[in-house]
C-alpha cells in the first residue's frame, strides 16, 4: 500500500512538472540585426533588398526583417547598391545626438513610410521561431530627405 502511495505521489509530481514546463510562456526572440541584407535592384531613388527576420510570430519576424534592413541601410550600406556606403557614418554618435528621431524611425515604425514595396518571399516555422525572408522596397531618396529635416545627416555636398 505505502508503494502505491509513493508510486502514485511520483507519477502526479511527473504529470505536474511536465505540464509546468510545456505550459509556460514562450521566451520571446529579442530582436538582433544580422547581415543578411542583399541588393536585388537599385536605381536613382529605390532600393530594393531581401532581408531575413527571426521571431516567435510570423508578424513580429516580418518587422524585425524590415528593421534589419533599414538598419543595415543606415549604418552599413548595402554593396553593390546605390547606398554602398551607410548614411549614418557613425551610428553610436548618431544616437546620442538624435536618439529619440532613430529610435522613433526604427522601433516606432515611422521607417513604413519610407517602404514602396513589402512582401515574404519565404516563410519557415522551426522549434524555435519562424524565420521570414523578406523583400523590401525603400524609397532612398525621402528616407534621405527625413534623416536631413531632423539634423540627423547633413545635405548632400554641403
Keep these: 500500500m505505502r508503494q502505491q502511495k509513493?508510486?502514485?505521489?511520483?507519477?502526479?509530481?511527473?504529470?505536474?512538472?511536465g505540464c509546468l514546463s510545456s505550459c509556460s510562456p514562450r521566451m520571446?526572440?529579442?530582436y538582433t540585426r544580422t547581415g543578411e541584407v542583399e541588393m536585388v535592384e537599385s536605381d536613382?531613388?529605390?532600393?530594393?533588398?531581401?532581408?531575413?527576420?527571426?521571431?516567435?510570430?510570423?508578424?513580429?519576424a516580418i518587422v524585425f526583417a524590415e528593421q534589419n534592413a533599414l538598419e543595415n541601410i543606415l549604418f552599413r550600406g548595402i554593396p553593390g547598391s546605390i547606398q554602398?556606403?551607410?548614411?549614418?557614418?557613425?551610428?553610436?554618435m548618431a544616437f546620442r545626438s538624435h536618439g529619440p528621431v532613430l529610435e522613433d524611425?526604427?522601433?516606432?515604425?515611422?521607417?513604413?513610410q519610407f517602404v514602396i514595396q513589402s512582401y515574404t518571399d519565404d516563410e519557415q516555422k522551426g522549434s524555435k521561431g519562424i524565420?521570414?525572408?523578406r523583400v523590401v522596397k525603400f524609397?532612398?531618396?525621402a528616407l534621405r530627405k527625413?534623416?536631413?529635416?531632423?539634423?540627423?545627416?547633413?545635405?548632400?555636398?554641403?
Excluded: C, H
Design 6 to 17: 509513493m508510486l502514485l505521489a511520483g507519477l502526479v509530481f511527473i504529470v505536474f512538472s
Design 28 to 30: 520571446n526572440i529579442p
Design 44 to 60: 536613382a531613388s529605390t532600393l530594393t533588398v531581401t532581408t531575413v527576420g527571426y521571431a516567435r510570430t510570423s508578424g513580429q
Design 84 to 92: 554602398e556606403n551607410p548614411m549614418i557614418q557613425d551610428e553610436e
Design 105 to 112: 524611425l526604427i522601433q516606432g515604425e515611422k521607417y513604413r
Design 131 to 133: 524565420r521570414v525572408d
Design 139 to 141: 524609397d532612398i531618396g
Design 146 to 158: 527625413y534623416l536631413e529635416r531632423n539634423g540627423v545627416v547633413r545635405k548632400f555636398g554641403l
